[in-house]
């Protein structure tokens, strides 16, 4: 590694985490669909020179995450409608995306 400070937009994070943030961006793809399932989605990370483990490893992460704030919801600690949305989106959260998960633990 070089002493030279670099401007962090130049800084590519693929290369200095190992591929971390490239599985990261897969995990969230994945959960959004975009990767198919079973094992089409393992050969569509394998042919973006992902490893499908690590991937999934993320994937079981962050959705394991999703589901506390989730159940934070159901439990009215984020509040309802446009207050709701301000909560999560304050928090990090995609409240699109917490309030799918919602829906489909109460329909289940």
Do not use: F, W
Request: glycine share 12%; proline share 2%.
């Amino acid at each position: 590694m070089s002493d030279e400070i670099k401007n962090v937009a130049d800084v590519d994070l693929d290369e200095v985490t190992g591929g971390y943030t490239a599985s990261l961006r897969a995990a969230y793809g994945c959960i959004a669909g975009l990767y198919g399932n079973g094992q089409a989605r393992v050969n569509n990370l394998l042919a973006m020179g992902l490893d499908p483990v690590v991937v999934q490893g993320l994937v079981n992460s962050i959705l394991a995450g999703h589901v506390s704030v989730a159940n934070d919801v159901i439990a009215g600690k984020y509040g309802n409608g446009q207050a709701r949305i301000i909560a999560l989106s304050a928090a990090g959260y995609d409240p699109n995306e917490i309030q799918n998960l919602v829906n489909h633990m109460l329909l289940t």
